[in-house]
């Protein structure tokens, strides 16, 4: 005679791992057979260090061809990619390389500017914005410079961006400066290789949510099994159900954000 679970009792005794557990379940169904669901999980510290030291070769193997030859072919890649994208005389490179700082000094630029009194007193500036994004911009759109309200406050924004648009067209020109007795070739041996980082840079990117989905995703039924087997069975999902997953890994990261603040 068979013998049934459910005439003892024997519950599973919690542990601490399990406790404060974020997570959430994700049905997958494309309508062919029984719907498939996971759970996903946030990564404990020890899983999220794991995945950082799993991630870092990604960019290492990339950033290592800086160490090549200037004529190694796998360097003349990167040069190939520049050109390709219109990068001919010393200005583009020099573009190139100031970008980062550029950006720097334009959000610089907006805060210096908006604390000046006359845009920070009564919130001023603050307000126009306000007042901008969710009401006067759809006027300003529809009506042009017929809306007397929309038009003024318009009026008032450009303003101040053209005082911070000022004050970074000074800086941009203070970073060309810094470069431009450099030699096109010495430029262009800068770009390369900030070109190279940036790719380093977005190979550990893509691998630390691949290795975050490894760790993150479990089975539906027994959360402590993890439902891939190995990282490269990441590699072959299709694209919408990685999108999805790695959408819910990120909501989850960033609910339990807030939920500490």
Do not use: C
């Given at each position: 005679?068979?013998?049934?679970?459910?005439?003892?009792?024997?519950?599973?005794?919690?542990?601490?791992?399990?406790?404060?557990?974020?997570?959430?379940?994700?049905?997958?169904?494309?309508?062919?057979?029984?719907?498939?669901?996971?759970?996903?999980?946030?990564?404990?510290?020890?899983?999220?260090?794991?995945?950082?030291?799993?991630?870092?070769?990604?960019?290492?193997?990339?950033?290592?061809?800086?160490?090549l030859?200037?004529?190694?072919?796998?360097?003349?890649?990167?040069?190939?990619?520049?050109?390709?994208?219109?990068?001919?005389e010393?200005?583009?490179?020099?573009?190139?390389?100031?970008?980062?700082?550029?950006?720097?000094?334009?959000?610089?630029?907006?805060?210096?500017?908006a604390?000046?009194?006359?845009?920070?007193?009564?919130d001023?500036?603050?307000?126009?914005?306000?007042?901008?994004?969710?009401?006067?911009?759809?006027?300003?759109?529809?009506?042009g410079?017929?809306?007397?309200d929309?038009?003024?406050?318009?009026?008032?924004?450009?303003?101040?961006?053209?005082?911070?648009?000022?004050?970074?067209?000074?800086?941009?020109?203070?970073l060309?400066?810094?470069?431009?007795?450099?030699?096109?070739?010495?430029?262009?041996?800068?770009?390369?290789?900030?070109l190279?980082e940036?790719?380093?840079?977005?190979?550990?990117?893509?691998?630390?949510?691949?290795?975050?989905l490894?760790?993150?995703?479990?089975?539906?039924?027994?959360?402590?099994?993890?439902?891939?087997?190995?990282?490269?069975?990441?590699?072959?999902l299709?694209g919408?159900?990685?999108?999805?997953?790695?959408?819910?890994?990120?909501?989850?990261?960033?609910?339990?954000?807030?939920?500490?603040?």
């Amino acid at each position: 005679m068979a013998k049934k679970n459910d005439e003892v009792i024997a519950p599973v005794k919690r542990r601490l791992s399990d406790l404060f557990v974020t997570g959430e379940e994700v049905v997958f169904d494309d309508g062919d057979g029984d719907a498939l669901t996971v759970w996903v999980q946030k990564l404990t510290p020890a899983e999220t260090q794991l995945a950082v030291e799993r991630s870092r070769p990604s960019k290492t193997k990339i950033i290592s061809i800086k160490k090549l030859p200037d004529d190694h072919h796998l360097k003349l890649r990167y040069l190939d990619e520049l050109e390709s994208a219109g990068f001919e005389e010393k200005i583009d490179f020099i573009k190139f390389l100031i970008r980062s700082k550029l950006d720097e000094a334009r959000i610089s630029a907006q805060e210096r500017v908006a604390a000046e009194e006359e845009w920070s007193k009564d919130d001023y500036l603050v307000g126009l914005q306000e007042a901008w994004n969710e009401e006067l911009q759809a006027k300003w759109v529809d009506s042009g410079d017929e809306d007397d309200d929309a038009n003024r406050v318009y009026n008032e924004l450009k303003r101040y961006t053209d005082q911070v648009m000022n004050e970074v067209k000074t800086a941009e020109q203070e970073l060309i400066n810094e470069l431009d007795d450099l030699s096109l070739e010495a430029l262009q041996r800068r770009a390369v290789n900030r070109l190279i980082e940036t790719h380093g840079d977005n190979a550990l990117i893509a691998e630390f949510r691949k290795q975050q989905l490894f760790y993150a995703v479990r089975e539906g039924d027994n959360h402590k099994k993890r439902y891939f087997e190995n990282i490269e069975e990441i590699d072959t999902l299709p694209g919408v159900i990685y999108t999805r997953l790695l959408n819910t890994y990120s909501e989850l990261s960033v609910d339990s954000f807030e939920g500490k603040d």
